[in-house]
């Protein structure tokens, strides 16, 4: 047994080969083995094209925040605002909670120019307007599904129904992993509840299920499911009995000579290393007051919010659990986790009942994550990380230049809200490679894009190309169709020429 | 001339770039096809080697099926240059192909050129053609470009059997043996007598083998006592259960709707049907039948509706303001997309947007055959739902009904005593009425109507009814009395008058008693009851001060109706007292009463009913309520009956497929780009052209869809079935690709063993455990599973079945092994699906407020398939170990093996609790450690450790050292209250070794 290392890596090659073959998926088999052995993943893929960027942070907020409120500016909408909304914005429409003609709903905060680009930004959001010129501000995101759950996974699997891998999946079955003992697709949620979608929005379809985004708990649990030991097993006994049990796994090993024996003993020790580097990269007590403080977080806070029935109701502008998370995302893209995908819910203010309105609660969710948000820009920027650091943030979709009617029809305090809508809305980027600036824009009442149309599927093209995957190469075979994040056609376009 | 057609058709390049990119690569440039000139040398060798022609199917078309059809196959939208070369008249006539003569085919030209402009596929698909591959192309055309129909398409056809062997003359193993023969290797040997049992005891039920088993097969471990043991393992009930989870996983069960909301759907008898209909081994064709359309057989029964659940696990939108249209289509469409991968291994998915690029379904056929699933009644909406009792409801249901139609035997029979004393008994009517009416001595109104005496008791409105009013009416005894209840009546009112509707809407009723000196005291009213009520206006809401409802009648506001009210506390009543009626009939429309009575009675409230006729029944009464021996029988019969009524409460309503009727069908169009809302020409139902004309006199249903699925002349069906359970056992099927028999899939690697086995089984009578038993008895199973140098590298994936599967298993087998080995399994068959422990916070949905309950006692160790299965959050320890969300069909699970499959097996309470049970059973087989770690072993893996083995469990149990208190928290953890926590921690590491992990 001296010479167990070579031979096990000896074998764990064939093992690879192994796997290789028995799934028939090649490629997926080769982004396996990556992420098992990241020094064999140096072979390039068909789809590889050159890229600094190495991770990517997408914050997703749950529910779709109000871009008429925080960054697309319409000062005619207010000179419209309590009119009956024209005719012309409602035929043939359909809306989620919309009847008959709603009223107009001007903007409900003040907006300003900010840095050299002079990007308008609300009120809400001082900290990030500092930053203005770090941003790339998209006013014209499109999509065409108008429902949380559905429009949840097509930004963020390419498909409105269930059972399609997400861009976090697709990316790590790409890519690999940089750091062999954390998973390379980590998810943190904020807000109380799980977007609509749930778990599917992580899942890896019809990858292997090694892709799967891994959700990291931040509510003082096991940041990994099933990390911990049994109360009362400590770390020395763990070791005796992991070591016993590659013993007996290696006089298997001896008599079967079958190589999976070998990748379980390997792996097996990678669960005990995890159980070691998670709790570590997930500890963020061990930054800096100066760092803590940047963000707001605050090490070892559990929210109220996260285990109420409605967590709306206990929303407070200095809740840290997003805070905390962006921290998180910075140790963990440090560490060399590939995709980080941050869930925070509670954005959609439909006005229709308490802790959902654009007056009251889209100011204390903005509060929650101005400061956050801004000093994850700022501290990977001074940590040169910036540069290969992708980050997105956005809804699902947008909300109506129009007021909600279904509750209330006439405006009360508390109860101003907006409906779902598809056909424009704001996303931005920062950092990886993006230029700052600003892109595309919508008419004069916020409905809609009137010029730089940016389509779901063109935004998931432009992620994987700004991480080093050529999207259109970039498939997986199964149902007899090279699937694809960006779907079957031609749709998904990079853009790069205007976006840097 | 060809020079500028090439250029011409390369600036078109833009517009015809819009083909789908999902069916892998573009090609933009026109096959230019003219020049037949024999103008290039041959520079390759034409003539084979081994003189062998060319395998199309094995060798060509996948050649093709990678370079080139994906512009010139079969999807006319996006074919260039109006080429096709998946067919050879065309390729042919084109010029693309000469045969014979391969330096003459525009084909091999092309292939080889060195011209960016002219060689294909183009340069930018960045999809060369490799050498080896050109010769190939070269080769079969220098010998005739001989196409043949892709094998799977081709009819099934019972093979002849190779010839008996040294090995076995079992038709699996001739057949095996034969491959193996060729590439000379031989044989494993047979596995050892305890890996043979665990493993097919494994893989026949899911579970270890039991003590019985063990017993049957171990002590004599002979060729008999091995078929005796598969017979056993197949007659039990776990098989059912076991072989259920296979195909759950096919019909995307899951216990929740999907989507934002993903609530609960109550589908588990469907789960059960699946259970029962393995164990009772019903046939593969009847199987098949009835989850397609067993409503649309003739007297359909319960079971044959039930089974067609299949297709309502489809996924429905709660979320508020979705379409359920598009929902709707979704659901369809999965359908014909799950029937044609579950039965035919086709992937008929791409065809919803376009004709399928390399398999014989074009856009029209999907939609042809979306118009028999097109028929439904559900619409996302949850119905139709059928009540579906299980068999022990209705095992309870029948005894409780033969007891009560005994109890009412005995209740109306005969009996002259008692006759006699009922006769008596009437008599005291006489004397003191059952109800005694009430006189009005005071009437106000608000609309000031007059009430006038139309005989003794009875009062109406004197003149028209107002449109509403609020009576207060003061009423009197004559002589002294109890008063025990209040009876209103009422009678129709007259045809004509100002207000057409006849019914009375009496909102609120209040009691009061005044007596002689004007004393008002309230009187409660309870346990109302009236002949009749109307829907929403129960004669309850008339005595529950909201005035938005009350008492009403209608539709049968042409009948006399009383109500009913009886008094909390029975009164006295002396002549100069009163009772004071306030009536509320403030609704409008003239719903006011006209004639009417008031009435109190002295009697026991039980014997006064809500019956129009107050005297009606008083025989029935008596028994009821008088006679002690009808009264206890009485008694009896209400408790049967509620009985009854909470059994039927507890039936599950399950989601069935239901066919529109004549007049509400669905016209069928096809979905343009697969958009519903973009439609294109109307289609009649029809199955796709290539795969056997539907079966004549079949009706245009969905049953006719299932009757073409099995008849003979469908080359799939037998196919993809067989190889589905051979999969199963050996860990990859005879055609890898179990999911695509298509032109895309993997070839077969034993094509006559698969097609003896699929005429074999449907020879056998669609028999899946004879089936089973065919492929469990073979020789092949039965081989040990060692790698040798040798077939390591000849064999590296077991393609040619050189020895044994060993693989790992199954999410679910491994939960169920540790909690058989634990001896914690709880053996129940079916019922509604349990929730075992699982971290808390898992179960965040937006809204639903559905909550994950632990479950303790015996639904916390129920086999893997009762946890209940929420899609947007499934169990996570199976999810580690690959097990499906059940949110679309899917056909294999991918194996993977990763750290946080450790991390489940180590750590998850379900498991630690497993390890604590055999602990427990480790304490109680011996007193002396290291029997009690022999025996730990062979609990968990069937047969005893070896030397070293044991040595060192010994070992680790001697440096293992827990203090005190972390003894006690393990214990804790392993839910055990004493015992040892070293013995815990090594039964923790049987349960997590690679052999315990995997099927041997």
């Known amino acids: 047994m001296k010479n167990f290392p070579f031979q096990l890596k000896k074998l764990r090659a064939e093992t690879r080969r192994q796997f290789f073959g028995q799934t028939g998926l090649g490629l997926g088999a080769m982004a396996l083995s990556a992420l098992l052995d990241r020094d064999v993943f140096a072979a390039k893929q068909a789809w590889s094209i050159p890229s600094k960027v190495k991770s990517v942070i997408y914050l997703h907020m749950a529910g779709s925040p109000s871009q008429l409120e925080l960054f697309d500016h319409k000062p005619a909408l207010g000179k419209l605002h309590d009119t009956e909304c024209p005719k012309e914005f409602l035929e043939g429409k359909r809306f989620a909670f919309i009847r008959g003609v709603p009223k107009m709903l001007g903007p409900q905060s003040k907006f300003q120019q900010h840095g050299e680009t002079g990007q308008t930004i609300s009120e809400h959001l001082p900290n990030l307007s500092k930053l203005a010129d770090d941003l790339c501000v998209i006013r014209s995101v499109n999509t065409d599904q108008f429902n949380h759950s559905p429009a949840q996974l097509l930004m963020h699997t390419g498909n409105p129904l269930l059972g399609y891998p997400s861009m976090g999946s697709w990316v790590t079955y790409g890519l690999g992993s940089e750091n062999k003992d954390l998973p390379g697709f980590v998810v943190l949620s904020s807000g109380g509840k799980t977007p609509s979608a749930g778990k599917s929005l992580w899942g890896s379809g019809f990858l292997p299920t090694v892709y799967q985004g891994v959700q990291c708990r931040t509510d003082g649990g096991d940041p990994i499911l099933f990390l911990s030991n049994p109360d009362g097993m400590d770390r ?118 308490r802790g959902e309105s654009i007056d009251e609660t889209l100011p204390i969710k903005c509060a929650q994550i101005d400061q956050a948000i801004s000093a994850l820009i700022t501290d990977l920027k001074r940590r040169g990380l910036l540069e290969e650091t992708l980050i997105v943030w956005g809804g699902e979709f947008g909300r109506t230049p129009m007021m909600q009617n279904n509750v209330n029809t006439v405006l009360k305090p508390g109860f101003i809200g907006r409906d779902h809508h598809p056909y424009a809305f704001t996303m931005w980027m920062a950092g990886g490679g993006i230029r700052p600036g600003s892109f595309g824009a919508t008419d004069d009442l916020g409905y809609y894009i009137t010029e730089n149309q940016l389509r779901v599927r063109d935004l998931q093209a432009r992620i994987l190309h700004q991480i080093g995957i050529d999207p259109h190469r970039f498939s997986f075979p199964y149902q007899g169709l090279n699937q694809r994040l960006i779907g079957p056609t031609e749709e998904g376009r990079v853009l790069t020429e205007i976006l840097g | 001339m060809l020079l500028s057609d090439s250029i011409q058709y390369r600036m078109q390049k833009s517009s015809a770039a819009k083909t789908c990119g999902c069916c892998s690569i573009t090609c933009w440039v026109l096959f230019v096809l003219l020049c037949f ?28 099926a990678k370079h080139c059809l994906s512009c010139h196959g079969r999807d006319d939208a996006s074919r260039q240059a109006d080429l096709r070369l998946d067919e050879r008249d065309t390729a042919i006539a084109s010029g693309a192909i000469v045969s014979g003569h391969p330096d003459a085919s525009e084909l091999v030209k092309r292939i080889k050129s060195s011209d960016p402009d002219l060689v294909m596929p183009p340069p930018d698909t960045e999809n060369p053609v490799s050498q080896s591959d050109r010769k190939a192309l070269v080769r079969w055309i220098a010998e005739g470009a001989i196409y043949s129909e892709h094998w799977s398409f081709t009819s099934l056809i019972r093979p002849p059997l190779p010839p008996s062997n040294s090995w076995s003359s079992k038709s699996v193993d001739r057949f095996v043996y034969e491959k193996l023969k060729s590439e000379n290797l031989v044989p494993n040997e047979v596995a050892e007598p305890w890996v043979l049992l665990r493993r097919v005891s494994l893989d026949l039920t899911g579970l270890p083998p039991d003590q019985k088993a063990r017993e049957m097969f171990l002590a004599n471990p002979s060729e008999q006592s091995y078929e005796q043991v598969v017979d056993y393992l197949l007659g039990s009930d776990s098989y059912g259960e076991h072989w259920a989870r296979m195909w759950l996983d096919l019909a995307r069960y899951a216990d929740t709707k999907g989507y934002e909301k993903d609530r609960e759907r109550v589908i588990w008898r469907y789960r059960d049907w699946v259970i029962d209909a393995f164990n009772a081994d019903l046939p593969y064709d009847q199987f098949t039948i009835q989850q397609l359309a067993g409503d649309l057989l003739p007297n359909a029964t319960m079971e044959q509706k039930l089974a067609t659940a299949f297709h ?41 947007c376009h004709s399928h690029k390399y398999d014989p379904i074009s856009q029209k056929e999907y939609y042809q055959l979306y118009a028999f699933f097109n028929q439904t009644a559900d619409a996302d909406r949850g119905q139709p739902l059928m009540k579906s009792p299980t068999d022990s409801q209705q095992q309870e249901l029948s005894g409780l009904e033969v007891e ?116 008002v005291t309230p ?91 107050a005297l009606a029944n008083l025989r029935e009464l008596y028994r009821k309520e008088v006679d002690p021996r009808t009264q206890r029988l009485a008694k009896a019969i209400e408790g049967k009956r509620s009985k009854i009524r909470s059994v039927q409460n507890r039936i599950p309503s399950t989601p069935i497929m239901q066919e529109l009727g004549e007049a509400k069908r669905r016209e069928t169009k096809i979905h343009l780009r697969g958009n519903f809302l973009d439609l294109g020409e109307s289609v009649a139902a029809q199955v796709p052209a290539q795969f056997g004309a539907f079966p004549e006199d079949a009706p245009l249903t969905r049953l006719g869809v299932a009757g073409w699925l099995l008849q003979e002349s469908n080359p799939l069906t037998a196919r993809v079935a067989v190889n589905r359970f051979w999969a199963r056992l050996f860990g990859r099927g005879l055609v890898e690709t179990e999911e695509d028999f298509g032109t895309q899939g993997k070839l077969p690697t034993h094509p006559e063993l698969l097609d003896w086995l699929a005429s074999d089984f449907r020879g056998q009578d669609w028999s899946i455990k004879s089936l089973l038993k065919t492929i469990v008895m073979s020789k092949t199973y039965r081989q040990s599973s060692k790698y040798s140098d040798e077939k390591l590298s000849v064999d590296p994936r077991n393609e040619l079945l050189s020895r044994g599967p060993r693989f790992r298993m199954s999410a679910e087998m491994v939960r169920d092994q540790s909690l058989a080995v634990s001896g914690l399994l709880t053996h129940r068959i079916g019922g509604p699906s349990v929730m075992p422990p699982q971290p808390p916070g898992i179960w965040k949905s937006t809204y639903s407020g559905e909550k994950w309950k632990n479950a303790t006692g015996p639904d916390r160790y129920r086999r893997a398939l009762y946890t209940y299965k929420k899609r947007t959050s499934p169990y996570p320890a199976m999810t580690t170990f690959d097990s499906s969300s059940g949110e679309v069909c899917q056909i294999r699970r991918i194996r993977t093996n990763t750290p946080l499959q450790a991390l489940v097996t180590l750590n998850d309470v379900a498991f630690f609790e497993a390890a604590g049970g055999l602990a427990k059973r480790m304490t109680e087989s011996s007193s002396v450690l290291r029997q009690q770690l022999s025996n730990g072993f062979e609990m968990t893996l069937v047969r005893q450790p070896n030397k070293s083995e044991l040595d060192r469990l010994v070992e680790l149990y001697g440096t293992l050292e827990f203090n005190e208190s972390n003894g006690k928290k393990i214990l804790n953890a392993a839910g055990l209250e004493q015992g040892d926590p070293k013995l815990v921690s090594l039964a923790n590491v049987l349960l997590n070794l690679d052999e315990t992990l995997t099927k041997p």
């Not at chain 2, 290039?40 to 060798?45: A, I, L, Q, T, V």
């Not at chain 2, 022609?53 to 996948?62: E, G, K, L, S, Y």
């Not at chain 2, 009412?408 to 008692?418: F, G, L, N």
């Not at chain 2, 006038?452 to 009576?471: C, F, M, R, S, T």
Request: hydrophobic share 35%; proline share 5%.
């Open chain 1, 236 to 353: 020395a006994s763990r070791r005796q009995t992991l070591d016993a049990i590659e013993d007996l796994n290696r006089f298997q090993h001896q008599t079967i000579g079958d190589p999976e024996t070998l990748t379980r003993i390997s792996q097996y020790e990678l669960a005990f290393r995890m159980q070691v580097s998670v709790p570590e990269v997930m500890d963020i007590g061990r930054e800096s007051q100066e760092t803590l403080e940047l963000y707001g977080a605050k090490p070892g806070y559990v929210s109220d919010a996260e285990s109420a029935a409605d967590p709306r109701q206990l929303y407070k502008g200095d809740d840290a659990t997003f805070a905390n998370n962006c921290l998180l995302a910075r140790r963990l893209v440090e560490n060399g986790v590939r995709f980080v995908q941050l869930y925070d819910w509670g954005w959609d203010h439909h006005g229709s009942s």
């Open chain 2, 37 to 64: 000139a024999p103008n290039c040398k041959g520079e390759d060798h034409i003539v084979s080697p081994d003189g062998k022609v060319a395998d199309f199917n094995r060798v060509i078309r996948p050649i093709l």
């Open chain 2, 312 to 352: 309502r696990n489809t996924m429905e939108n709660d979320e508020g303001g979705t379409d359920d249209e598009e929902f709707r289509v979704a659901a369809v469409k999965d359908r014909v997309d799950t029937t044609m991968q579950v039965w035919m291994g086709l992937t008929a998915g791409c065809a919803k």
């Open chain 2, 404 to 519: 009560l139609k005994g109890l009412e035997k005995e209740y109306t029979q005969a009996d002259p005593v008692s006759d006699q004393a009922y006769e008596e008994w009437i008599k005291q009517f006489d004397s003191k009425p059952l109800w005694n009416h009430l006189e009005l001595r005071d009437f106000t109104s608000e609309s000031d109507v007059k009430l006038e005496q139309v005989q003794a008791g009875h009062y109406n409105v004197a003149g028209e009814l107002p449109e509403k009013d609020i009576w207060v009416l003061t009423m009197g005894v004559t002589d002294s009395r109890e008063i025990t209840s209040l009876r209103l009546d009422t009678l129709p009112k007259p045809q004509g008058g100002r207000w057409p509707d006849k019914n009375v809407a009496l909102r609120e009723m209040k009691v009061e008693k005044v007596d002689a000196a004007g004393q």
């Open chain 2, 523 to 613: 009187i409660q009213l309870v346990n109302p009851r009236a002949d009749f009520s109307q829907r929403g206006w129960e004669v309850q809401r008339a005595i529950d001060n909201k005035p938005e409802a009350g008492w009403a009648f209608s539709p049968n506001a042409s009948q006399p109706h009383c109500a009913i009210f009886d008094l909390e506390q029975p009164i006295q009543m002396a002549v100069g007292e009163a009772l004071r009626f306030t009536l509320e009939q403030q609704y409008g429309q003239g719903l006011v009463l006209d004639e009417f009575k008031l009435s109190s009675s002295s009697y026991p409230v039980s014997w006064l009913k809500g019956d129009v006729e």
